[in-house]
């Protein structure tokens, strides 16, 4: 996916983003300008959580200006819309992020594609369409495996856990989160600590919603303490310089916050088995703590004050947290829900039936709402991801139609290149080839024709010897050297062409001039550049064979062959080849042209 991709797809859901985010135009607002340190990322996540309309625009002006890629400031788009309590919002970061994941950038930076990923599953998360976060914490999960970040995958792990346990695979999920804690216990660096205590929460969470094992709850809890304070007594110990470490003046923050959270579980863990005084105190602990007096903070205990009996602190905090969600122009979620249940559960201990009634008929009314909305919600998703996919189709469908015109006649240039370089080529090594076997030929001649110059010269010399009637006298024959020994043997086979027989070996010529194998042999080894009687043998049939192969003009080559004594042609054609470096049929055709 390139740039005019994601900007068709940003043009699709603008509509959205315009009824929730905006609010107003831009007129009279400065031009973004190149170089503008006011439109940079960074100036865009410091305000995104207070003021998610001004982030916008000041990531749409770094784009503009070029401070961000187009890719990245998709990202932080999404993470800005995926805060939002409007669906629409979350529906509009989830269609951005599924478009990230198939950029380009996605595809070649597994660090970008992690990033994405873990937006769709807080994406999800906020949702709470389960399903659909089920499917990117898997997804994360092998991304983070393969990339060897096993710890980070632990983690994602646990949220996986959580998500299963939601779509009804409570005891697949249990034990996908067990498998994380196990393996995360077994060490005592930070960032394998802060992923422990992730899953311990996750696991709290779900036997909490479950409303089961609540002694496990209490010792999850504890183990959460023990560990935090260990932490606390030794950050040295711990440190691994991993991003999510908090420095050492944030230490106590951090430790508050986890170990408060802590006392909340188990305060509501010793109220499902009826321990009101060990409840009370896990309270009173719970309130030693800063974050005990957030709105977050007193909404977490504030269920388990109303089953203490302590409604008025419980429906304190319910006005306070409804007042937020009115001002947030959020009162459609799942804390809205529970808000119904306590106030209903209030009424009922104050004796009040019919406001009961009616906070009750308002709780299964609004959890059908939510049910229903979240259905709508995945329905506008799912439509949103067809016209997606739709606008990704006709420009891959322009695409394609291009690169095939740009194919097909790449493809037509490319082979009449290819044609007219193979002929060029072919031409060239034949003329090369013509012109080394013409070379090889004169060579050969020119060897030859020495060689018969030199054996004429010799022939005559030796004359008297080769025609007198003592030529074959052993005597004479073992008195010469074995130089002079050779010239006389080679004069005689050439002379009485001995080498055309079919069989001319050291045995012929033991029985021609009546000497031992051995002084024949010392002949050819020692007086001679042969080596041995075979290969002048061989060399005095090519060489006949050459002169017939000049000579003759109606003899095949198979003829040539049987007539210089060779006993099969491709004998001879091996041999022939071998010696001079040209096939015989070449030889011919280059000698008589």
């Given at each position: 996916?390139n740039?005019?991709?994601l ?7 603008v509509?959205?983003?315009l009824?929730g ?22 100036r ?18 770094a784009?503009?200006?070029g ?6 400031a ?7 819309l995926?805060?939002?309590?409007a669906m ?5 970061a ?16 597994i660090?970008?594609r992690?990033?994405?990923?873990e ?7 906020i ?5 659909e976060?089920?499917?990117?914490t ?15 995958a ?15 695979q409570?005891?697949e999920?249990?034990?996908?989160i ?9 060490t ?22 479950q ?8 010792t999850?809890?504890?183990q ?17 310089g991993?991003y ?8 106590p923050?951090?430790?508050d916050f ?27 602990a719970?309130?030693q ?6 709105l ?20 304190a ?8 969600m009115?001002?947030?122009g ?7 829900i ?14 009040h ?24 919600s995945?329905?506008?998703l ?9 606008l ?5 469908q ?15 240039g ?5 044609v007219?370089a193979?002929a060029?080529?072919?031409y060239?090594q034949?003329?090369?080839?013509s ?5 090889l ?5 020119d ?26 006298d052993?005597?004479r024959l ?24 079919p ?5 012929t010529l ?7 194998e ?51 042609y491709p004998?001879?054609?091996?041999d022939?080849?071998?010696s001079?470096?040209?096939s ?10």
């Amino acid at each position: 996916m390139n740039k005019k991709t994601l900007y068709l797809l940003y043009m699709s859901v603008v509509a959205l983003l315009l009824t929730g985010c905006t609010g107003g135009g831009t007129s009279g607002k400065r031009v973004p300008q190149a170089g503008d340190t006011l439109y940079t990322e960074e100036r865009a996540m410091a305000i995104y959580d207070s003021l998610p309309e001004r982030a916008l625009l000041i990531l749409d002006s770094a784009e503009v200006v070029g401070n961000m890629t187009d890719y990245r400031a998709a990202l932080f788009r999404a993470k800005v819309l995926s805060k939002s309590t409007a669906m629409q919002q979350q529906d509009s970061a989830v269609i951005i992020c599924e478009a990230l994941l198939r950029h380009d950038e996605a595809q070649r930076n597994i660090v970008f594609r992690g990033d994405v990923l873990e937006l769709l599953v807080n994406a999800s998360r906020i949702r709470h369409d389960y399903e659909e976060m089920v499917h990117w914490t898997t997804e994360l999960a092998q991304l983070l495996r393969g990339q060897g970040l096993a710890t980070e995958a632990l983690r994602t792990d646990a949220d996986l856990g959580l998500a299963m346990t939601h779509i009804g695979q409570v005891d697949e999920g249990l034990a996908k989160i067990d498998n994380a804690i196990r393996q995360l216990d077994m060490t005592t660096k930070f960032n394998e600590l802060d992923a422990w205590l992730i899953a311990a929460k996750r696991k709290i969470n779900v036997l909490q919603e479950q409303e089961i094992r609540s002694d496990e709850v209490i010792t999850l809890a504890n183990q959460i303490q023990q560990r935090l304070d260990d932490f606390a007594a030794r950050p040295d110990d711990y440190h691994d310089g991993t991003y999510r470490e908090p420095p050492k003046e944030d230490i106590p923050t951090y430790h508050d916050f986890y170990y408060a959270q802590a006392c909340a579980y188990k305060a509501a863990a010793y109220t499902a088995q009826g321990n009101r005084a060990a409840a009370q105190r896990e309270i009173v602990a719970f309130r030693q703590y800063p974050y005990s007096h957030s709105l977050d903070g007193r909404m977490i205990i504030a269920q388990t004050q109303g089953r203490l009996g302590d409604y008025e602190t419980m429906l304190a905090t319910y006005d306070d947290f409804e007042r937020y969600m009115v001002s947030e122009g959020d009162t459609l979620n799942g804390a809205r829900i529970e808000i119904l249940r306590g106030r209903a559960e209030a009424a009922i201990a104050a004796g009040h039936t019919t406001q009961a009634y009616d906070y009750m008929n308002r709780y299964d009314e609004l959890k059908s709402q939510l049910s229903d909305n979240l259905q709508r919600s995945k329905a506008h998703l799912y439509a949103a991801r067809y016209h997606t996919l739709e606008l990704e189709t006709a420009l891959h469908q322009e695409r394609v139609i291009h690169m095939k015109n740009l194919f097909v006649n790449v493809l037509i240039g490319m082979v009449l290149f290819i044609v007219v370089a193979a002929a060029v080529y072919l031409y060239r090594q034949r003329r090369l080839l013509s012109e080394k076997n013409y070379i090889l030929v004169q060579k050969i001649e020119d060897a030859q024709e020495y060689k018969r110059l030199y054996q004429s010269l010799k022939t005559q010399k030796n004359s008297d010897t080769v025609n007198s009637d003592d030529a074959t006298d052993a005597t004479r024959l073992e008195a010469m050297t074995d130089a002079e020994l050779f010239d006389y043997i080679s004069d005689v086979v050439r002379h009485e062409q001995l080498f055309l027989r079919p069989v001319c070996d050291r045995q012929t010529l033991v029985e021609r001039f009546h000497l031992s194998e051995k002084r024949i042999g010392a002949a050819f080894s020692k007086g001679s550049p042969y080596g041995n009687v075979s290969n002048f043998v061989r060399n005095a049939r090519l060489e006949y064979a050459c002169q017939l192969l000049r000579k003759s003009t109606t003899m095949s080559i198979a003829d040539v062959a049987a007539a210089s004594g060779f006993p099969s042609y491709p004998r001879f054609a091996m041999d022939f080849k071998a010696s001079y470096s040209i096939s015989p049929t070449e030889y011919r055709r280059q000698s008589q042209a």
